[in-house]
């Protein structure tokens, strides 16, 4: 571990091997299928997720923030394991109470250099962060530089998925009753992204592919400097390809190929978000 160790929530929806390429420690937050529960990445995986969420009579599933005492427990093992000071860029304060549980946790550790990040977003978006937070510390600036930098750049972040419903958004009070409604009523086919720290909906089209066919209009409205292509395992591989394809293709200017992420939801933001979306968590270039 370096001197300045990244963590980061499991809402991030980083890949497993792109985490710990990156040295990036996740947190985990709790799935519940009814009185079943269960950590991200630890008692269930991505794919198990769906599975579960796709089976007949399956409870609909919530999350909750992990304690303070797991961010207490992952804070002082990166001290152990030789870092100098922590910086931890998590979900939005208005979306999840794990900010809430990191900072109790820091309060715990009055003598140790953390720093806390409220990205105001949530899934691939804070992953980028936790990214960016890593590609800083490697220059050598020091942790409160780094934080800095990353706190720089979230309003280059952003977010655009169509879903198939907003069904799920509904039950787990992401979104109210009301909008919720006008998805369900008008059949509709909603795109979602989030504003002042919160999930709206952004606009709404009558079918499935015009509503992707909206998203990647607004996904490639500027330069981008990073993109991450988000889907779930419903969705054939085959669309999935389409979908980055006609996307890439339309990014003004282009973008480095290594810069461009394909991974799927996972269990700590697909509660909220249902199966068969397509979309793009972004960093427009400066």
Not at 50 to 76: C, K, N, Q, Y
Not at 160 to 187: H, M
């Amino acid at each position: 571990m370096g001197r300045i160790a990244v963590v980061t929530d499991s809402t991030a929806d980083l890949p497993p091997d792109l985490a710990a390429a990156a040295e990036i420690t996740v947190v985990p937050l709790w799935v519940r299928f009814g009185a079943a529960e269960y950590r991200h990445g630890v008692d269930i995986t991505t794919a198990e997720f769906w599975e579960r969420l796709l089976a007949a009579g399956s409870d609909i599933p919530t999350t909750a923030a992990p304690a303070p005492g797991v961010f207490r427990d992952v804070f002082e093992a990166c001290f152990a394991a030789g870092a100098e000071a922590v910086v931890c860029p998590l979900i939005g304060s208005k979306l999840s109470g794990t900010l809430q549980s990191a900072t109790v946790a820091a309060s715990m550790l009055p003598n140790r250099e953390i720093h806390l990040i409220d990205t105001g977003t949530t899934s691939m978006a804070t992953g980028m962060a936790a990214i960016l937070a890593t590609e800083l510390a490697a220059t050598g600036i020091s942790a409160a530089a780094v934080a800095e930098g990353v706190r720089s750049r979230l309003p280059d972040l952003d977010l655009f998925v169509a879903v198939d419903t907003l069904e799920y958004l509904r039950r787990n009070g992401r979104l109210s009753a009301a909008r919720a409604a006008i998805g369900t009523v008008l059949s509709v086919k909603p795109i979602i992204t989030v504003r002042d720290g919160e999930v709206v909906l952004d606009r709404s089209t009558r079918t499935r592919a015009k509503a992707r066919e909206l998203a990647i209009e607004l996904i490639t409205a500027a330069p981008l400097e990073r993109l991450a292509i988000m889907h779930t395992p419903t969705s054939p591989q085959a669309e999935v390809d389409d979908f980055r394809n006609r996307l890439i293709a339309r990014i003004p200017g282009g973008i480095d190929p290594a810069k461009v992420i394909v991974a799927q939801i996972g269990s700590s933001t697909g509660p909220h978000l249902g199966p068969d979306l397509m979309g793009a968590i972004l960093l427009r270039a400066r």
